[in-house]
């Protein structure tokens, strides 16, 4: 890795810690102190707050899906139970972190949520081909996959679209968590049934 890809990834990784601390209102003063360093450099790297936002965005989905492929590779998983698992996969190390506070994002950074949306879209090929695997398998029952890629996808635009996860006093993890569950338990073939 490049001494500036460096720089880069700890600039992302103390914008998670600061942002997990005070929300989207943080200031670049907030994220100097964090990292120990000035904010020239700071701005070397990332002209303004937007752009850093932006790739924040994208170091977070990335390695959403370097997780989502350490899952695949479990060879120690069942289908189903990576089925469960890339459906809520999150990095170990963002598992405490405060997205319910991504709910403002629409309003005060339009450009930033599209980012979101954009990225929550996209990428689900290999978790399709791992449900069309169940169905295969017969662990999975036939269901439409574009629905069930809808509902995973509608809920969580919903938590970053509401302020729903704290008024009702959820963290994001446990929203995810619940929604997975749902999901999968309503996909997965019970021991009772028989396929058709």
């Not at 994220?31 to 070397?44: D, F, N, P, Q, V």
């Not at 590779?73 to 997205?99: C, H, M, W």
């Not at 949306?117 to 996209?122: D, K, P, S």
């Amino acid at each position: 890795m490049t001494d500036e890809k460096q720089l880069q990834n700890t600039i992302l990784e103390g914008t998670i810690r600061v942002f997990n601390k005070k929300g989207l209102k943080f200031t670049m003063d907030d994220l100097a102190h964090e990292l120990g360093m000035s904010k020239k450099t700071i701005y070397t790297v990332f002209r303004e707050k937007e752009e850093l936002f932006l790739a924040m965005v994208d170091y977070l989905f990335d390695s959403i899906k370097r997780s989502e492929e350490e899952v695949l590779q479990n060879e120690e998983l069942s289908t189903v139970e990576k089925i469960r698992e890339i459906l809520g996969v999150l990095p170990a190390g963002y598992r405490e972190v405060d997205f319910r506070q991504l709910y403002m994002l629409a309003d005060k950074f339009p450009t930033i949520y599209a980012q979101v949306e954009q990225r929550l879209e996209t990428g689900w090929e290999k978790t399709i081909e791992l449900i069309e695997r169940g169905i295969e398998e017969g662990v999975v029952r036939p269901v439409s996959i574009p629905i069930v890629k809808m509902m995973l996808e509608s809920s969580l635009e919903q938590f970053f679209r509401r302020d729903i996860l704290i008024r009702n006093k959820l963290t994001y993890t446990e929203a995810l968590d619940q929604v997975v569950d749902i999901i999968v338990n309503g996909i997965k073939r019970g021991s009772d049934e028989t396929e058709d």
